[in-house]
């Protein structure tokens, strides 16, 4: 083997370093970004597997992982020689006859001692590889905006509109694309059926949306990603619609997220009994015999009194029945010190400690006419005690624990012992029951993360959309614009994205004939082995664009009727051979709908039944901020419904009259200033043309720019181009060669029988003293610049052929 000088540096978090021991090492890196097969897929640079001998160096690197008593402490900062973990990747840069070709990470794979001697198995991945690594399974939801909290009132949802945000306490004129903004979404939230009620508008309709700028720069600010930064290329149109970006709120309803904090806990101190000797009194079988137990002392804690009783109950002075004023999911835990239960009643008895929960509210505190009304949940149940007639027991300690559940707003809570015949026989009413010290608590569990149900001057933070992990956050993104992500050789820790078009820039024919836009490696080739042209056989006979299904109702309408995903597009290839390709999102797509006589477009996420809209948990949205549009005049407020009533309260604050007459427009269609009027449109967040919109339109609607135009319409017709072309061959690289590779600027190759520029797919990388293999597609220039016979000594030459660049020696 000839003497290839490699050196390895291993770098850890404290900027020690250590270089491998690399004899003998065989190193093969493959360069690529893309995978022309599968548009939906993105690739990174990656060495085949590495051995390293096991020196007295590499060893100690290593640290002696065949050393079976050793600990590696993960307070120690510093992952090298002692505290090196098999399970950490570390950052290393490669050089090759003192040239820098590839800064990535090394992944130990295994340690193998075979006959004494050692050898370290290891691959070294790219920096994109790694910043997904290190994304892991966070989710959004991990994210923390508190520096975001303010007070969720009408004037602040109004002033998010103009990009004034609530930035550590203080009013502050952010730029589009930070922080957070209220567009008018109809979630649902107090929609009264009534006509004459149109213009009135239920404030939890208004809920905060992220931009999704400011998700990146959070996620990019996270502890596991210290040194991580991020940029977007491309124009300033596509930066300035990017910063235009928002993730509406997601939750059925509009809720703050707190985590060991005790929302609330009620005490019964002392005992409570209830005894019964009526022998003239029976039940009849299987009835429930409901014993619902007071707590005289009332609420003791409530969310560490940042909140008042009243604004968790109505009636603070109910000590039976306790009826939420907001929603709650939580998990429940009530607790007794002890129980006691006498049974005289002639018969066997099964005693119960329970919850119940009823969604509409009654201000009825006798236990009897529960069960008369009846329309009450059982949230959970434990057993006190299965006894016969004339025996008794005493439970101590005794708990029900309630899962986390939903406890809607305007509902009444109880607590109650209920009493069973199990053969569903009638007894008669002789028993006792002493409850003995109770405490009702939520969370059950303080460490516990619960949610409740925002209200009017409240204080707030925007919460992440939930269930949505980061790197799906960032796939979807990178799927929506055909974004490419990379890093530069020099400056591995800074990520760019890029999307395909500009990324591939260089390859137009109108750019490519520049002597700087590309390279000539015709004298690179190696001619001694085989040079491949082959046809790309992998078009598939159908590529499919599309969001994620939802189930709200405007989106299921659309389905029932088109038999599609709302925005989706398909181009279809007769030719094709490959299976069908589809590309989808981690979003759901939101249809915009005119309002009535209003001049409101809006998103509308709800389910709708006979009984009206609901709210609904919905898949991750995405949309443009279109800012502020004029509208007819509204108000804001709140609309509760009672029985068939709808009662509406205004909001009135200081200094407005609390009539509104613009709103600010969140929307599939971006808009330029001014109105939201179809001549305005720039350009659309769908794939392609949808069967219907739900607002008016006219034939601008059919040009408009959308995500496959925009995005993907070129390289689709490169890839289904019949004159696309597949190369194969062996080149002649140096590590000068490597350290400088852009696949970005296509190669120009010239010989005998023509010439052709070509874009690089895959470059697998030796050393300087073996060839290295390069997968590209050609360029079809054709069109552009018609070919005319010559021979190849006029390449270049003649007036209708591009000419060829300088010769640049690579």
Aim: proline share 3%; hydrophobic share 35%; net charge negative.
């Amino acid at each position: 083997m000839k003497n290839l000088n490699y050196q390895i540096f291993l770098l850890d978090d404290v900027d020690n370093y250590a270089e491998l021991d690399c004899e003998d090492l065989d190193l093969i890196t493959t360069f690529s970004i893309t995978d022309i097969a599968d548009i939906s897929s993105r690739k990174d640079n990656l060495s085949k597997n590495l051995t390293f001998k096991g020196t007295k160096t590499n060893n100690k690197i290593f640290g002696n992982v065949f050393n079976q008593s050793r600990f590696v402490d993960p307070e120690i900062v510093g992952n090298l020689f002692v505290n090196f973990s098999v399970n950490k990747q570390v950052e290393c840069q490669v050089f090759e006859n003192s040239t820098l070709i590839l800064k990535g990470f090394l992944e130990f794979q295994k340690a193998t001692m075979k006959g004494g001697e050692i050898v370290y198995e290891c691959i070294i991945t790219g920096n994109i590889f790694n910043f997904y690594s290190l994304l892991g399974d966070k989710y959004l939801s991990d994210l923390d905006f508190s520096e975001y909290k303010h007070e969720y009132r009408v004037n602040n949802i109004t002033n998010s509109w103009y990009n004034m945000n609530a930035i550590n306490g203080v009013n502050t004129l952010s730029a589009t694309g930070s922080g957070y903004v209220y567009p008018f979404i109809n979630y649902g939230e107090g929609n009264s059926p009534k006509a004459e009620d149109i213009n009135k508008i239920h404030i939890n309709n208004f809920r905060p949306s992220i931009y999704v700028k400011t998700y990146l720069d959070k996620m990019f600010a996270q502890d596991d990603l210290a040194g991580f930064t991020y940029e977007l290329k491309g124009s300033n149109d596509f930066k300035t619609a990017f910063n235009q970006l928002i993730v509406p709120d997601n939750r059925e309803f509009l809720s703050q997220s707190v985590r060991g904090v005790q929302l609330f806990s009620m005490n019964l101190n002392g005992t409570q009994t209830f005894s019964y000797n009526d022998g003239d009194t029976h039940y009849q079988g299987g009835a429930r015999l409901i014993n619902i137990i007071k707590f005289p002392d009332g609420l003791t804690s409530i969310n560490n009194n940042t909140l008042t009783p009243s604004q968790w109950m109505y009636d603070g002075n109910y000590n039976t029945l306790f009826t939420l004023n907001r929603t709650l999911i939580s998990d429940i835990s009530i607790h007794f010190n002890s129980i006691y239960f006498a049974n005289n009643s002639g018969r066997q008895l099964k005693a119960y400690l329970r919850a119940y929960i009823r969604s509409k509210r009654n201000h009825d505190t006798d236990y009897g006419n529960w069960v008369d009304l009846g329309n009450y949940n059982l949230l959970g149940e434990v057993l006190v005690g299965d006894l016969s007639n004339g025996t008794s027991t005493t439970r101590n300690d005794i708990t029900l624990n309630v899962a986390q559940t939903t406890l809607a707003g305007d509902s009444d809570f109880y607590i109650s012992v209920d009493l069973l015949q199990p053969d569903n026989q009638r007894f008669d009413k002789k028993y006792t029951l002493t409850l003995n010290g109770g405490t009702v608590r939520t969370p059950g569990v303080t460490a516990s993360t619960v949610s409740y149900s925002v209200l009017k001057g409240d204080t707030i933070k925007p919460e992440a959309v939930s269930n949505l992990k980061q790197k799906d956050f960032i796939k979807s993104l990178s799927l929506m614009f055909n974004l490419f992500s990379y890093s530069d050789l020099f400056n591995p820790r800074h990520i760019i994205f890029e999307t395909y078009n500009d990324y591939y820039s260089k390859t137009l024919p109108q750019n490519i004939i520049s002597a700087t836009n590309s390279i000539d490696v015709t004298l690179k080739i190696d001619y001694n082995k085989d040079f491949v042209m082959s046809a790309f056989d992998k078009v598939a006979n159908k590529y499919t664009f599309k969001y994620k299904s939802d189930t709200d109702f405007y989106n299921t309408l659309y389905t029932n009727t088109y038999k599609e995903i709302y925005g989706e597009f398909t181009e279809t290839y007769t030719e094709g051979t490959a299976e069908a390709k589809t590309v989808e999102l981690s979003f759901s797509p939101t249809p915009i709908v005119n309002i009535a006589n209003t001049g409101r477009l809006a998103a509308e996420i709800y389910t709708s039944d006979d009984s009206g809209h609901k709210p609904m948990k919905s898949n991750p949205r995405i949309l443009f901020y279109n800012g502020v549009k004029i509208c007819s005049d509204y108000q804001i407020g709140t609309m509760i419904q009672s029985g068939n009533d709808w009662n509406f309260t205004p909001i009135i604050e200081i200094p407005t009259t609390g009539i509104y007459s613009s709103y600010g427009q969140a929307s599939h269609l971006r808009y330029a200033n001014g109105s939201t009027d179809v001549s305005n449109i720039l350009s659309d967040l769908n794939f392609g043309i949808t069967g219907q919109y739900y607002f008016p339109v006219s034939d601008r609607i059919y040009i408009t720019p959308n995500l496959f135009t925009n995005h993907y319409d070129r390289q689709l017709q490169e890839i289904t181009d019949t004159n696309n072309v597949i190369i194969n061959c062996d080149v002649l690289f140096n590590e000068s060669n490597i350290s400088n590779l852009d696949l970005k600027t296509p190669i120009f190759i010239h010989n005998q029988y023509g010439n052709a520029y070509y874009k690089i797919l895959e470059l697998e990388y030796t050393n300087r003293f073996e060839t290295s293999s390069l997968k590209a597609q050609k360029i079809n220039i054709t069109p552009y610049f018609p070919v005319v016979a010559g021979t190849a000594s006029s390449v270049g030459t003649g007036s209708n052929i591009p000419p060829r660049p300088p010769m640049i020696m690579i």
